[in-house]
């Protein structure tokens, strides 16, 4: 088993190492040559490994992956993503230690979007593609490609797909987990291109096009601007970029039933109803109490949409700072750091599904009140919901709260107040990007002491992957035979 998941992780390394081509293609672009090695000493370590390793492992098959196995090689394959995504940001010189790249690192394929640089204007172009190329692969998955690319995962792939995304239903939309994650893949691929075009013709270049769509789709929020998106001071550009970090807000597998015609079952599907109405209501709140500050119907919506869908769907750009707004506005924006986006998104949080759970369990909770002998039960999709699901929602709920508190606890001890550390923890969890106060949208985590950092580091991987993937580890039954 251990040279089989060895083997597996090496592959997993080579596939990332391989997408170094796009940004040493954006470095030979703009001349920046002695950047490639920066890239290609990685890139030739990983082929060799798996090399070495698809020898080593040839005539060892495994039929099935157990449970455990699954989460210990979706934890150790994204800490060793993580690990290789810093040695260019390393050896590039772009950061001044270990700790500085791999936080980059994590939060670039968690795609949180929190960054420990003032500036990333001056920073080589490449640099910056990696940057935000790391939101891409970590959007959708990085073993969700391995398990797309990789047809001998097919029996152990739902395994480790279930250990890595996002929310409480986690099914197949096709027989073959390895057709799921193709189609997926496709459905990403495809929304990355239209936008780089919308982005193209509304007046960016073809590099800059592409890197924002990397941090777009995946609800990531590194950009090449000190600004963000409100550096490039386009309506258009920031519509485009709304729109899109919208659609990856919601569950991927509903644009596939879109495309196979069932679209019966999206209108029906319960999430995504309160998703809508959630980002309605809250845009056309901010949008009228900020009306005052900014006189302009047409600047007021714009930005609270922006706003209120970076937030939403965690992807974390900015294009105003929103500590600055009417108090009323900040408090909608902080609400939604408690929420997310949808189940089966690129984005993170607590997740819309979750809530909606709790809720309609709350609204039965009372009705039982009334009909102390009624028999209720909570309904998703016009589906009667399971009674575990309920208890599962409730447990993650618990280990969500705790692990933000803990993360809140860290920030103060390295000298954060405690709201900003409050939103710092949701942050880091909920892989949002900007929070409150010293760590709000204007503001970068480079200052913070280096043991804050390395938590951090923890909570944004434990939030990306579902809590339990990491937390598991901690409990004394997991290493039990």
């Not at 082929?47 to 979706?74: D, E, H, P, Q, T």
């Not at 998106?229 to 899109?244: K, L, M, Q």
């Not at 929103?322 to 900040?330: H, I, K, L, N, R």
């Not at 599962?392 to 969500?400: D, E, I, N, Q, R």
Request: glycine content about 10%.
């Amino acid at each position: 088993m251990f040279i089989f998941v060895v083997r597996l992780i090496s592959f997993l390394l080579a596939i990332i190492a391989l997408t170094f081509v796009i940004p040493v293609a954006c470095a030979l672009y703009y001349g920046e040559y002695q950047l490639i090695s920066c890239f290609a000493l990685p890139f030739v370590v990983c082929i060799l490994f798996a090399v070495v390793m698809w020898f080593a492992g040839k005539n060892k098959k495994i039929k099935r992956l157990s449970l455990r196995s699954g989460y210990v090689l979706v934890a150790v394959a994204w800490v060793m993503a993580c690990i290789l995504g810093a040695v260019p940001l390393l050896l590039s010189g772009t950061m001044k230690s270990f700790t500085d790249a791999l936080f980059e690192s994590v939060s670039g394929f968690s795609t949180t979007g929190a960054t420990v640089l003032s500036e990333v204007e001056p920073l080589p172009h490449c640099i910056n593609m990696w940057r935000m190329q790391m939101h891409w692969l970590g959007g959708m998955g990085i073993v969700v490609l391995t398990v797309a690319l990789l047809p001998l995962l097919d029996a152990g792939g739902f395994t480790l797909v279930k250990a890595e995304t996002t929310g409480p239903d986690k099914g197949k939309i096709t027989p073959k987990i390895a057709t799921t994650a193709k189609i997926l893949w496709f459905i990403y691929f495809g929304m990355t291109l239209a936008e780089t075009v919308l982005l193209m013709i509304c007046g960016m270049s073809f590099w800059d096009a592409l890197a924002h769509s990397f941090s777009t789709l995946g609800t990531g929020g590194f950009s090449s601007k000190n600004a963000s998106i409100g550096g490039y001071n386009s309506a258009s550009i920031e519509w485009v970029c709304c729109i899109f970090m919208a659609l990856s807000g919601i569950n991927f597998s509903l644009y596939f039933q879109a495309f196979t015609g069932k679209i019966k079952s999206i209108f029906e599907n319960t999430e995504l109803k309160v998703y809508i109405v959630l980002l309605l209501v809250c845009i056309t709140g901010i949008t009228i109490f900020i009306l005052p500050q900014y006189k302009s119907f047409s600047t007021a919506l714009r930005l609270a949409a922006f706003q209120v869908v970076t937030i939403v769907s965690t992807t974390g750009f900015a294009t105003a700072d929103f500590t600055v707004w009417a108090p009323s506005a900040q408090f909608i924006i902080f609400v939604l750091m408690f929420v997310g986006g949808c189940s089966g998104s690129t984005g993170g949080g607590f997740k819309v599904i979750r809530w909606v759970v709790f809720g309609k369990q709350a609204a039965n909770e009372m009705r039982h009140l009334l009909h102390p002998h009624g028999i209720f039960t909570i309904r998703i999709n016009n589906d009667p919901g399971r009674k575990d699901l309920v208890f599962s929602v409730a447990a993650f709920g618990f280990l969500y709260g705790i692990l933000v508190l803990i993360t809140t606890f860290v920030g103060t001890l390295g000298g954060l107040d405690l709201f900003s550390a409050f939103t710092g923890g949701l942050s880091m969890v909920g892989n949002i990007g900007p929070g409150f106060g010293m760590l709000g949208p204007s503001e970068n985590y480079g200052a913070l002491l280096p043991f804050v950092k390395w938590w951090y580091c923890f909570a944004m991987l434990a939030g990306r992957l579902e809590l339990y993937t990491l937390i598991l580890f901690f409990f004394p039954e997991f290493w039990k035979k």
